[in-house]
């Protein structure tokens, strides 16, 4: 069977040289084949830009998907282009030609998930989607398989590696945030448009696949309440290390009862000893919590060519061994009715640090802050107020925050996690 890659890409060219090149074990795999004919290997690669450096490759680029599309012996199509409308195409097109799909797009997934796995079953082909969410974990896997004996009402983790990665260059090395950016983007970890990973919107659509998948129902990216991390400055790193906290960007879901789901994407302060305090760079931690088995976590690289090559070549292995079986994995339950409530679960202390530009903006900082917290710590210094409050509901905070933001428009602020 042959295969195509969409998109020749960071993560593109790490699956190309595991699976046409044989960097690692991919070949160990066939090795009871007759002959290295049946091996199968990437034929073609649709790129848009054919005077780009694709090195080892330039013998399969093509540019017209129909190429792919009407390809009889292409089996498997690997979709690696990022985006939303056209892969979302392609992985339509490619469903209903009879092709089995891989993908690391999890805005495609996290938009079109019952659709397209609606599609998949219909044409006798299976959707994989490992490398989706926590890069190199198999976290998707692993959760179908908790699954079959736990129902999990709980999911929460750090899901970015590009903000990760910044945190805790800032945290380690006092490195300013768009210098950390435009590296974590050069090493390939951000996505095309980093806004999706600095504002939350990455962290949400890998928060609602992994929602939708253990909750049974679908959770959309515009279910999940996101807060991105461009506020924080210096300053914020520097204050919350001297009260004993490191600043993370933590995606959280519960499930309460049958149907009610909370959501947050936000940046959290964790006590400095905690796990997730400690989990660096681009690396993921992903907790799940299921009724039978507890609380298990999941760590490793979340972002980044040869771990998310790695998940999605063994997307590909699955397929490969499959293939032929007149049963092919029954799909996920998708359909139970959520009532989809915000943040309306979570609650805590909050630390916040206001920008004081003029005469006004002390004041206007604690009376805010004096409509939702009664008890608080303030500590005035070099032109910034910085506040930790008593415990709080989140919706109340955030409401009370907006409303400021009218006033006194550079802040930062961040729940403390107990
Ligand atoms: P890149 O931007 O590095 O690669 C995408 C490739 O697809 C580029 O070569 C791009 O060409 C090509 N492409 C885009 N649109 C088209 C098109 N319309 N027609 C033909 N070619 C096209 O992205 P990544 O490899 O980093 O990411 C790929 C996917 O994997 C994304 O969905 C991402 O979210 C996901 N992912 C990425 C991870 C990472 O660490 N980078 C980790 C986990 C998932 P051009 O250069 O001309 O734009
Ligand atoms: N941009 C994403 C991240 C890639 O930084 O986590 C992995 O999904």
Do not use: W
């Not at 069977?1 to 890409?9: K, S, T």
């Not at 260059?169 to 095309?192: C, P, R």
């Not at 929602?211 to 919350?240: F, H």
């Not at 008890?375 to 005035?380: A, G, H, S």
């Amino acid at each position: 069977m042959n295969i195509a890659l969409l998109g020749f890409g960071t993560i593109g060219s790490g699956v190309y040289e595991l699976i046409n090149l044989n960097k690692g074990k991919f070949e160990s795999n066939f090795t009871d084949l007759a002959t290295q004919k049946s091996r199968p290997a990437i034929t073609k690669i649709l790129e848009r830009d054919i005077t780009k450096d694709l090195g080892d490759s330039v013998g399969v680029i093509v540019t017209d998907p129909k190429e792919i599309l009407e390809d009889d012996s292409i089996g498997i199509v690997i979709a690696l282009m990022g985006g939303m409308d056209f892969e979302y195409e392609m992985i339509k097109a490619c469903l209903k030609a009879g092709k089995h799909v891989v993908t690391a797009n999890k805005a495609v997934i996290s938009e079109y998930f019952a659709e397209l796995q609606a599609l998949a079953k219909e044409n006798g082909v299976v959707l994989r989607y490992e490398a989706s969410v926590g890069g190199g974990i198999p976290i998707i896997g692993t959760l179908k398989e908790e699954m079959r004996i736990n129902r999990v009402t709980e999911i929460k983790g750090i899901l970015n590696g590009t903000t990760n990665f910044i945190l805790s260059k800032m945290t380690e090395e006092m490195a300013g945030f768009e210098d950390t950016l435009a590296l974590a983007q050069s090493i390939g970890f951000a996505e095309a448009d980093p806004t999706a990973d600095v504002e939350g919107y990455d962290v949400s659509r890998k928060l609602s696949i992994l929602s939708s998948m253990a909750y049974e129902g679908i959770v959309r990216d515009e279910d999940v309440y996101k807060r991105g991390i461009t506020d924080i400055g210096a300053m914020d790193i520097e204050m919350t290390k001297s009260l004993g906290y490191v600043v993370k960007f933590l995606g959280h879901s519960i499930l309460d009862g049958k149907r009610d789901v909370y959501t947050t994407v936000e940046p959290v302060l964790f006590k400095a000893a905690s796990i997730m305090s400690n989990v660096n760079s681009e690396f993921n931690i992903i907790s799940i919590t299921g009724d039978i088995i507890g609380e298990l976590q999941f760590y490793g690289k979340g972002a980044g060519k040869d771990a998310t090559a790695n998940a999605v070549v063994g997307d590909v292995l699955y397929i490969l061994n499959i293939v032929g079986e007149q049963n092919l994995p029954r799909p996920l339950r998708l359909n139970r009715k959520l009532n989809k409530l915000g943040t309306g679960i979570f609650k805590g202390k909050y630390y916040l640090r206001a920008n004081l530009n003029d005469k006004e903006s002390l004041d206007q900082v604690l009376s805010a802050l004096e409509t939702v917290a009664s008890r608080k710590t303030v500590i005035v210094n070099d032109n910034h107020v910085y506040v930790v409050t008593s415990v709080i509901a989140a919706n109340e905070f955030n409401a009370m925050a907006e409303k400021l933001r009218e006033t006194v428009p550079e802040f930062f602020y961040a729940r403390i996690y107990e």
